[in-house]
Nanobody, 118 residues
C-alpha cells in the first residue's frame, strides 16, 4: 500500500499560522487529485491543473499548493481558531478532478495533529 507522510502539525495560539506538508510518491503525485481532510471532512482539494477548491469554513484562510520538484503537497493555514483543532490528513487519488469527499481518494496519510488554543 502506497504511503503518504504528513508533517508540520503542532500547537499554536489563535490567530497564528501553520504549514502542513505531505510527501507523496511521485507516480501518484503526477497522476490525479490531492487533498487535505480533517477528521473525515474535506478541507481543500487541488487537481493536476492546479485548480483548487476549499470548504466554506476555511475559504480565505487556508491555501493548498504543490511543490512539483519535491512531490510534496502543502496546506498553509492562516488565522487559525480553536475550531480548526483536529487531526489533519492528506489524501491522493489516481483520478483527477476536484473533490472534497473522502470517497474520492484512495491513498491516505497517517495524520498530523493541529491544536489551536484560545
Amino acid at each position: 500500500q502506497e504511503q503518504l507522510v504528513e508533517s508540520g502539525g503542532g500547537s499554536v495560539q489563535a490567530g497564528g499560522s501553520l504549514r502542513l506538508s505531505c510527501a507523496v510518491p511521485r507516480h501518484i503525485f503526477t497522476s490525479g487529485r490531492m487533498g487535505w481532510f480533517r477528521q473525515r471532512e474535506g478541507v481543500a482539494s487541488i487537481d493536476q491543473n492546479d485548480d483548487t477548491r476549499y470548504a466554506d469554513p476555511v475559504k480565505g484562510r487556508f491555501i493548498i499548493s504543490k511543490d512539483n520538484a519535491r512531490n510534496t503537497l502543502h496546506l498553509r493555514m492562516n488565522n487559525l481558531g480553536p475550531e480548526d483543532t483536529a487531526m489533519y490528513y492528506c489524501a491522493a487519488d489516481l483520478w483527477d478532478g476536484l473533490n472534497l469527499s473522502p470517497a474520492g481518494y484512495t491513498y491516505w496519510g497517517q495524520g498530523t495533529p493541529v491544536t489551536v488554543s484560545s
